[in-house]
């Protein structure tokens, strides 16, 4: 028995007797201080060796955590001990920013879920880039990017680009959030005309990237589980006409259909966690079949056990992340997920 089959009865109970935030900082704090060797070693976690090849890259295998939880890429380290094939950091932007107001987070425990609107909050690009270049962790590395709240809607591609160009020499891939409801305004970038212009303005500057640092670093979009199917089609198409790398499906939802009076339920923000689970899927499953296979596909949302990562994969996932279930189910999952995959 691993000491991580003990996380439900012994540790999970002690962090959710604190603040759901504080608890996330206390975590990331402790991770970060864990990182260092030889103490990352010891709380290593083996899983097999299970390669998928995606995108162009080498995944070690195809668990890998969802941004979100190391939003300035303090814990990688540790992160990365736990067997995960890839971890994505941020959602990182230009500049510093404290993000919206606490209480900002809130457990939904009798569904497994979580909501949060914690608005990018994040120490800024230059933070995150220091401790790309300072890790250890040789698995694949992913950077969710985004805008900060004060730069205006019209400019918001110049953030994109800053950050693009910042991270670009120092991650294996991009991931670009139009898709998150906590930062105002955003998810109207996954319109047709918007998307176009952000998105070709990304690979345009990724094309000049690439000729002088001789890598390829592929692009991807992380959509939203609240568009209707005719959205998701004109997105798709959009993202197929660019040739984007890959799309993540899906982000937190705004639906609360299987919370409703449950603790919290009526807070606002993303929710995410089981309750998000059939919505992921569907969206999932529609980006699917609009694409008929000829992007990549990594599914997220609601992930917390063999059979919902198996339903992923079945309806087109290549990759999958976790990010709730982790924090639910505890590192034992990831070693299940890669074990019996």
Known sequence: MSPYDLYPCLVRPLLFAMEPERAHDLTISAAHALSAWPWRSLFAQRVPDSPVEAMGLRFP???????????????????????????????????PQPGNPRPRMFRIPEARGIINRMGFNNLGVDHLVRNLVSRH???????????????????????????????????????????????????????????????????????RLESGAGRRVPLVVKVAPDLDDGALEALCQVLMDLGVDGITCANTTTSRGLVTGLPHAGEQGGLSGRPLCGLALRTLRKVREITGGSIPLIGVGGI????????????????????????????????????YL
Do not use: W
């Not at 941004?67 to 959602?91: M, P, R, S």
């Not at 959030?177 to 105002?184: A, F, H, I, L, T």
């Not at 994969?313 to 997920?337: C, F, H, K, M, N």
């Open 304 to 339: 917390d056990g063999l059979c919902a990562a198996r339903e992923r994969l079945a309806a087109g996932a290549t990759l999958l992340q976790v990010y709730s279930g982790l924090i639910y189910e505890g590192p034992a999952l990831v070693r299940d997920l890669v074990r």
């Open 61 to 95: 295998n195809a668990v890998g955590l969802a941004a979100g939880l190391d939003k300035n890429g303090d814990a990688i380290d540790f992160l990365g001990a736990l067997g995960l094939g890839f971890i994505e950091v941020g959602t990182v932007t230009p500049r």
């Open 137 to 207: 962790y040789r698995g694949v590395v992913g950077v969710s990017i985004g805008k900060n709240t004060d730069t205006p809607m019209e400019e918001a591609a110049s953030d994109y680009l800053e950050c693009l160009r910042k991270v670009h020499e120092h991650c294996d891939y991009v991931a670009v959030n139009v898709s998150c409801p906590n930062s105002e305004g955003l998810t109207a970038l996954q319109a047709s005309e918007p998307l176009r212009a952000l998105v070709g303005a990304l690979l345009e500057e990724r094309g």
